[in-house]
């Protein structure tokens, strides 16, 4: 009996070291765009040459042809609009704008302070949902969760007298495989937002115009409750339980909040709530600027997401700064922006050569042919409805496992499969959502994640032998099980049709 755990063990690592060295050699992000769009222009040479063409799906009785990227017109393209497509990538702008807000209020503490006071304040018999919860809204800002929460909750666990792998695991599945899930909007959304507006325009401009960056709203907020209350049964009913008891010593000591951060908190929830209130004045009276009229899908305020967020995060963050005296001048809130932008140079870097890459394909054409013919081979199979969207989730799973970004995965991704899902009447909106359920349930067994060091590192604190294959193991109960219960969400959804964010149906009616 030893043996065969011992060989499937064996093989279970040995598989993971495969992934691993097959991922660590795949290129930078960079050079791979670089290489897709070297790919599109030879293959809109190929298709053009062999007259592909499709029905328009907009236009009937017209047909859509392949265009050739490498024919002189093609060329003169590509020198032309160099420029534009990367000023004009939609989650360009929208990703640094709002992280001028969130850098402000991640570099004055004011997040990690946060954080600690979330889950050190709790009943001890609530501890393992706090650490889950905490872990999902730490969302807001990428770091935190990882490099405070999750040791945190180890410390908190051992202080208790509980494994504190246990604690490190809730609240490394809350941080990682809860990455979607959020009751305020987030960079994320419109980071990813931008790039399914930019695939749907592939299929319906007009139906693309009118989409929002709070086009999974709804659903993630519901998905934090379902996550936290999870997250909190398979730590207590099947991680902490297989753990078993922890027999070391624990020297680490909890970062409880000093008066100071206490008061900044305070100060920050005023600010706050004062910040939401003038802007409700904004919106909710029908002379608000920003309400437009009785839709509000349409109004300016959702058109306005962007700087709301910058805003709803810099007041109180620049507020916490200035009580805890993190920030004592404008020099300080100057460098903290700066600071923050100059984390976001590969970001830049990566969006220019993504910009090319999602231009290319759809000036080609190539995008809607895929989509046409992709729709059906899919039909040919079968598979349609939940086969359709279980297989979608699959395959995005599985190059998780080997591209750790969500949004270069998503750059990718989207221009294929945000066509394919609107030919068999799925709105661009559900399809975001399915990816976003496929990308984050697979953080947490993906070894190539870039933080899953950090974490394999926090967790020898405790077991010097733990590994790759250890980790993946522990966090496995929580991938399958958030998984499932995500995709029976999407199955409630789909048959209550309720919108999954404001204006942003299931269902795609060309």
Do not use: C
């Amino acid at each position: 009996m030893a043996t065969d755990t011992v060989r499937k063990r064996g093989f279970v690592t040995r598989s993971l070291d495969t992934i691993e060295r097959v991922g660590n050699k795949l290129p930078h992000p960079v050079t791979l765009f670089a290489i897709f769009a070297l790919l599109v222009l030879i293959a809109s040479a190929i298709f053009s040459s062999l007259g592909i063409q499709i029905d328009d799906p907009l236009n009937e009785g017209e047909t859509v042809q392949v265009k050739n990227l490498l024919s002189s017109e093609g060329i003169a393209y590509l020198f032309q609009s160099a420029v534009g497509n990367f000023t004009s990538f939609a989650p360009l702008g929208t990703v640094l704008v709002t992280m001028l807000g969130i850098g402000i209020a991640e570099r004055s503490g004011l997040i990690s302070a946060a954080l600690r006071g979330l889950v050190t304040s709790v009943p001890k018999q609530l501890m393992t949902a706090a650490l889950v919860f905490g872990g999902i809204m730490s969302s807001m800002a990428a770091d935190a969760g990882y490099v405070v929460l999750t040791p945190l909750g180890a410390v908190l666990f051992a202080g208790l007298g509980r494994h504190p792998l246990a604690g490190l695991a809730a609240a490394f599945a809350g941080v990682s495989a809860g990455f979607s899930a959020n009751l305020l909007l987030t960079s994320l959304d419109p980071l990813l937002g931008g790039l399914t507006q930019d695939a749907a325009r592939i299929i319906n401009p007009e139906y693309a115009e009118s989409m929002n960056y709070a086009m999974n709203y709804y659903f993630m907020i519901a998905s934090v409750f379902m996550l936290t209350i999870a997250g909190t049964l398979v730590t207590d009913k099947i991680v902490e339980p297989r753990l078993g008891t922890y027999k070391g010593t624990v020297t680490d000591k909890v970062d409880y909040l000093k008066p100071q951060e206490k008061k900044g908190l305070w100060g920050a929830l005023a600010a706050f709530v004062i910040t939401g209130a003038l802007l409700a004045l904004l919106v909710v009276p029908e002379w608000g600027p920003l309400r437009g009229g009785t839709d509000i899908v349409n109004s300016p305020f959702m058109q306005s997401l962007v700087p709301v967020i910058l805003i709803m995060f810099f007041v109180p963050g620049f507020v916490y700064g200035l009580i805890t005296k993190n920030i004592t001048s404008d020099k300080d809130v100057a460098e903290q922006l700066s600071e923050t932008m100059a984390t976001m140079g590969s970001y830049i870097v990566l969006a220019f050569v993504a910009a090319q890459f999602v231009s290319y394909f759809t000036e080609s054409n190539l995008g809607v042919v895929l989509a046409v013919n992709g729709a059906e081979f899919l039909e040919s199979t079968g598979f349609t409805g939940l086969p359709l969207i279980i297989a979608f989730i699959a395959v995005a799973g599985l190059i998780n496992l080997f591209i750790g970004s969500a949004s270069a995965k998503w750059a990718i991704m989207a221009p294929v499969f945000v066509p394919i899902m609107m030919n068999f009447g799925y709105s661009p909106e559900f399809t975001q959502v399915i990816y976003r359920i496929a990308d984050s349930t697979t953080n947490i067994i993906s070894p190539l994640l870039p933080y899953y060091a950090i974490i394999i590192a926090f967790a020898q604190k405790y077991d010097k032998k733990i590994g790759i294959g250890t980790l993946v193991s522990t966090m496995l109960p929580y991938s399958i099980v958030f998984s499932i219960l995500w995709i029976i969400m999407l199955i409630v959804w789909m048959a209550t049709g309720i919108d999954l964010g404001p204006g942003s149906p299931v269902y795609y009616n060309n």
